[in-house]
């Protein structure tokens, strides 16, 4: 019953910006990488950004210098703040955690993401 809450998706015109935040446990948060991903329909589950515990990250060619990924260890929490944000961004953005290299052995609930004028 590992826990990862997100919150912060919405819609949001293009070129605007949105910050998520994903809310777990200490134990999750300090010995399992985090990331995120996304899945819009009728595309495949895309991995966005991850996370290593000491705060190496790697992002998608398609997000990076758009979007960025990071941490409030006192409060157990990783954001992602996306900017510049474009219609191919709309997706159902996931929390996830777990082993490196594919972090996906726990997820959250899911938050949508919708860019459209």
């Known amino acids: 019953q590992v826990q990862l809450v997100e919150s912060g998706g919405g819609l949001v015109q293009p070129g605007g910006s949105l910050r998520l935040s994903c809310a777990t446990s200490?134990?999750?948060?300090?010995?399992?990488?985090m990331g995120w991903y996304r899945q819009a329909p009728g595309k495949k589950r895309e991995l966005v950004v991850r996370?290593?515990?000491?705060?190496?990250?790697n992002y998608a060619d398609s997000v990076k210098d758009r979007f960025t990924i990071s941490r409030d260890n006192a409060k157990n929490t990783v954001y992602l703040q996306m900017n510049s944000l474009k219609p191919e961004d709309t997706a159902v953005y996931y929390c996830?955690?777990?082993?490196?290299?594919?972090?996906?052995?726990?997820w959250g609930q899911g938050t949508q993401v919708t860019v459209s004028p």
């Open positions: 996830t955690s777990g082993r490196w290299p594919n972090v996906n052995d726990y």
């Open positions: 200490r134990s999750i948060f300090s010995n399992y990488a």
């Open positions: 996370m290593t515990t000491l705060g190496s990250t």
